[in-house]
């Protein structure tokens, strides 16, 4: 057997293809086996991939002893069971953001993993894109002097799988889905100071046919440090992904794109494969993105992690981050309810954060 | 005597200025006198600008009969009084923006020149700005789908004159002086909609020596037709000026900035004369801007006004825009203290918007 | 009769459209009549813009006492003829570019010209363009220091009427049409020096089955004051109008590309009316221009002319440098066909640049 | 004894730094030794980046049994000698651009990489550059038609060490310093067609205080498939590098550029460590780029080469590539001498590029 950690992907969907391609391209890592209970799809994707094992019941990949780390790309109502099932193997958690869908699921999570001695990872890949790494850097080094205003926005025209316009299973919509990165990108950007209010402005504009949940979202927050934070989410944005960041301080301003600015500007009359995620047609001008998986930092966030596995590191994101993360968002939705903004810390016992929102009828 | 309308400027510093060029470009109007009380001033200013006339009590150049329009720039605490005393005198007026420090003011200011039977009309030319009214056009045209978020900022590092540190006369920090705008913008983009409610986040970060107002603000607007958004406004934001906005619809999206994009990258080890307001240092990378004027719709906006005045026609921005931009400001400051979203029509005898947020000990 | 100067406009095609909007932002100038040969296109035109005249034989309209300007947009074949024509007329003369064919048809209209005291304008609209003007300051300024390199191009599709892809009418393909802008620009830029040399790459790519003259034209120049300017052309690029220059000197450089930074980025699912000259579909992403003929400067060079017409001035750009224009581009097909670095002035008793390329057969 | 790939690193310069870090980041390769002849230059370098053995004779670097490849960054007029010692000791090479000095230099060290049985790697990083990598995907798939025109330049302020300046050592300026990027990324792109014919405007322009080379050029090729491609190459470019590539075809268009449109766009009122290669002052705005090294394709190169050496795989950039790249570099200097186009095979006796721009006298 090799000397790499051996990794077990738990779900088969767009954002385990994902992880599938980041763990590929980590020195230190051997993609060992993938969980998916839809017939056929574990065994699709272990072909895709290369994988030596596959299996629908993810339980049986928790059995093997040669899986050290499990990375889990599932819908966000089976986070905590799965995280608890990895735990009680002994099994290091990759866990994809968010975290679960209550602080009592999250609180589960991390005791479970503190009894089991595993570490419980949140993957937030934006804290490894370069360009955002690379902004942070300007940051801390005083370029920008103190900072007044960070910015970050994520806006598609949608998610991937249905489940996502589900609240029953998501929890939310595009700030449970999507406002959850910005909120880490804020606290890892600054140092994670305390949060000191959240609020925001929700509505469902377009796709009330779909979802009850939000699909544009505008959330302010203000850490301890006095530091003001904007997010804007958008699951209606037209174009293609767009991902986008702004740090104001007193001594400087910086502006980082994902896309725009960084892809190749692309008129074809012909057409081609793919501009970018949720691009559409590549007829016309596209923004033909470039080490898509790179650019966002999955690679590298997967290489640190199986790092931290290899080398009992301590992760830059953990299951505490996602909690607090978590907790966040449970703010926004209380405060799109409310009008107002939300006093930190925010105890709930809500089960999902839409719930806030839109209490269900009891 | 011409045919063309004889226009008096009131008021002999920073916007005057940009007035008395933009009026030159009008072939309809005629630069006639100028009234400025600091001595020198008025002179200077008429021997800068080719004006026959100048004075020191702006009474004097309401006493003149050619004179049929009057351009006021003064500060903010003075739009009252210049307005009522024009109006007395038989002169339309094109106000500044914001149109003055209070409601009542507002409202005594409309009946005055309702009574007078003369123009009030409210300068705010981002109504005029080329890239803006095509991108109004876009909207119209249904390019984008419905309107689901709207955006517009100003970012610079301060205003161009003492009087606006000093929030007794200025009535606020920048959500007074260059929310406004974004406030105006919103109205016209989406054809004057009534406003739903009113949410902002302020602070004094930066310019705590200098001032009591708020230098940063966020503020979310709704309207009556569900659209949502987002002011955003800066007294610390280096580099230059910075003016964008973002038109969001189910159908599309539209990205139209006044600076970055439009202007002359430009490179210099020698430095030059100017880049950009506020833009400091010509050393090293600038962005050029090339008329200047023009391409924040100025020129077009007096050529509007003008025509107005000679041929009778309806303003596009009225002071009642300018009445219902500056209850909006109050909501905000009152939001600001508050931390709640505050609902409209906002009734509010306070003196001044900068009260709300931080009431005056009494 | 006002005393505006009254215009006359010979052609109805796209360039005299554009002239048409032109002259009506010019407050000196009130457009008089129109001819074209086609029957019906000069009344429609005349419709269209609201001109009280018009002619399918442009000696008519020459014979109007009224008229004491006219602006000529028609196939490059008929430039000398009505030049002399509008000459012997007595009428003041703005040609489109080229200025027409051959060498020996610039001298007859320089010389008619001079004899019937009228000027010959030459219609280079780049040397208004107000982000190109902004661009020369900077240079003239110091702020670039010596400059090294200049480079200009213009790129579309393909040209707007039958004609242009007739070598016989038009005298050459793209480096006659668009390689002509960029000659002008550079000697304007550089304040006139003369040319030292002229070396151009030419092909037919894609439009083989439509004309006989270049679409893609690469042509390097050397000024007597040691600049080398760049200038690229092309009648096959896709996705709209491109029009961009560069200038780089001792002490530092400056990028003005009049579209895709200046543009509104728009997205669009449903389309709109126009994008951008040569913009094909407006749907999915496009870069949408404002203000078109304005930045292009066309008023600003109708305006100029129409003064230097009322008030007798020197106008900017001359018959003379129209001519010289087209020496240039006799040079660069000499150049194209022998591979060799042209030595100017090169003189040359040729009917039309595309002979030097592809000799006629005798 | 891993099984790594052991490296030998010879120079320690700029580019040996990079080629250090490049390799620091493969998987299959280890640091092993640096040579260098200036006294303490390889032990400080060993130092840093932590090699365990360092010479000032390369010769004792190449005595090393378990060095199996070599990665070459010495001054041009030492590559010839230093590849065919590295033959003559049976490693592998890695040799930076330019391949060597002269073409009979280039058949030596080919010859005696073949009698060796080892591999001859030309160090083009832009085959590597993943924004590159994707626009040829684009290209082939494609998506833009047939090509017309490919451009590529490369252009900062001068070069990083004296050694480039003296074109005895050099062989040439920045056609022979830079143009080499762009006519192996033309012939890469393409498929490596064969050349037609070459082009070339050069000038000294701004250093001819430090240099008889070219600072400023420009170079056009015409391909065997009738492609025509445009370098533009300068030293005297100001405010940090500039890599970009444009492809035209006939059915669409794509533009890549590494730097500003990559960049995060900074402005500091109080300087940072870095912004770009030759960006001189961070102060102000600048254009920060971010993975450097990665970007311009560094890193992949160097593990694409060590992959060839331990799998015996054949390399995407050869010693016979350097050579046709050399071959074209010869003609450039050849045409700017003659200002005529030069036909291609060019074949030529001369010892360096630069002796058939300015004869040497004899």
Known sequence: MSNKAQVGIIGSQFVS????????????????????????????????????????????LLAMPEISLVVVGVPNDLHCQVALDAAAAGKHVVMEKPLCLSLAEADAMLAA????KVKLMYAEELCFAPKYVRLKQLLDSGALGEP??????????GPHAPHFW???????????????????????MLGRPALKSVYAQMGTYVHRDKTAGDDNALIILEFANGVVCLAEESWTKKGGMDDRAEVHGAKGVAYADLHHGNAIQTYSSAGYDYAVEKGGSTLGWSFTVWEEEWNYGFPQEMAHFVDCVKHDKPPLVTGEDGRAVLQAVFAAYESARTGRKVQMPFVTDARKPHDLWKPPET
Chains 1, 2, 3, 4 share one sequence.
């Open 166 to 188: 589900d609240v029953q299973r998501a929890g939310g919509g595009v700030t449970m889905d999507m406002g959850c990165h910005a909120i880490e990108f804020f606290r890892w």
């Open 148 to 157: 007044t205003l960070i910015k970050q926005s994520e806006k598609h025209d």
């Open 113 to 116: 993993c503190r009894r089991a």
């Open 17 to 60: 293809h994902i992880h599938a391609l980041a763990l590929k391209r980590c020195a230190e890592a051997e993609l060992f086996a993938v969980a998916s209970p839809t017939p056929g799809h574990a065994q699709k994707f272990a072909q895709n991939h290369g994988l030596p094992h596959h299996f629908t019941d993810y339980k049986q």
